[in-house]
């Protein structure tokens, strides 16, 4: 079974994904993420702290 999002993380992480797109997404060190994979964390990372329904980081 496929874990399940809720539509606000689903919105945080198209926000990254169009900041990566338009090279203005930095990581926490400033860097300009460059991998899609990356934007998707930072997306999925902001919704966590906005309260968002997101699993729990695997280990």
Known sequence: MMAR???KAGE???EAMHEQKEGKLKTGSGKKVTSKKQAIAIGLSEARKAGAKVPEKKN
């Open 5 to 7: 999002y809720s539509k």
């Open 12 to 14: 945080k992480v198209e």
